[in-house]
């Protein structure tokens, strides 16, 4: 089992930064890809990125495709997200989850991860 804990959202005017961390529970943290959600008021949760178990391998929406990077250290059992050039349209609730093996054809769907954190809040203020 893996218990998941988001941190470092907060409020930002556009065209700044923010940095994201994902903090793990359990010591077989590198057996899990993990990747970001995000969820708008009123709107579905959607993909953002997600990044293999060694963290060599991502892939990001295309929506946030050159400002975002996501990185992880699996000897701190952290995934970071981070976040430049934020626009409004990044207002959301951050989960990160996690499901065992590598990052396949189903990364993006939300059924395909087992585990998830209880999320952050980014505001972007125009």
């Known amino acids: 089992q893996v218990q998941l804990d988001e941190s470092g959202g907060g409020l930002v005017q556009a065209g700044g930064s923010l940095r994201l961390s994902c903090a793990a529970s359990?010591?077989?943290?590198?057996?899990?890809?993990v990747a970001w959600f995000r969820q708008a008021p009123g709107k579905e949760r959607e993909f953002v990125v997600a990044?293999?178990?060694?963290?060599?391998?991502?892939i990001y929406a295309d929506s946030v495709k050159g400002r975002f990077t996501s990185s992880r250290d699996n000897a701190k059992n952290t995934v970071y997200l981070q976040m430049n050039s934020l626009k409004p349209e990044d207002t959301a609730v951050y989960y990160c989850?996690?499901?065992?093996?590598?990052?396949?054809?189903?990364?993006?769907?939300?059924?395909?991860?087992?585990?998830w954190g209880r999320g952050t809040q980014v505001t972007v203020s125009s």
């Open positions: 989850a996690a499901a065992l093996g590598d990052v396949g054809g189903v990364y993006a769907l939300k059924s395909s991860y087992d585990y």
């Open positions: 990044i293999s178990r060694r963290g060599d391998s991502t």
């Open positions: 359990g010591r077989t943290f590198s057996m899990y890809r």
